[in-house]
């Protein structure tokens, strides 16, 4: 690149006079609610619907069951799919199944 093309770049970005400091970008969040709406567009495209009454979804996996009380549950038995979304606690195996 030419030197004056650098120069002219690097004034592009310079907030005040010379020796100050040049600007930061400003880095832009994506919000959570764009990756929801992707995500539920995307379980409407395979055909998933919501199944009422579940009352409390427990996962084990290793030493550690995943359990969700009221959870809101949607399936799409065709594709094999099944969605479990909400509020996530971590127990351990070794409490009895009674306390789950």
């Not at 970008?25 to 995307?42: C, E, F, G, N």
């Not at 996962?59 to 959870?71: A, G, R, Y």
């Amino acid at each position: 690149m030419n030197v004056e093309k650098l120069k002219k770049m690097a004034g592009a970005v310079r907030t005040g006079g010379k020796g100050s400091m040049r600007r930061k970008k400003k880095a832009v969040h994506k919000t959570t609610t764009t990756d929801d709406k992707r995500l539920q567009s995307t379980l409407k495209r395979v055909g998933v619907n919501t199944i009422p009454g579940i009352e409390e979804v427990n996962i084990f996996k290793d030493d550690v069951v995943i359990q969700f009380l009221n959870p809101k549950v949607q399936a799409s038995i065709g594709a094999n799919t099944w969605v479990v979304s909400g509020t996530p606690q971590t127990k351990s195996m070794l409490l009895p199944l009674t306390c789950l």
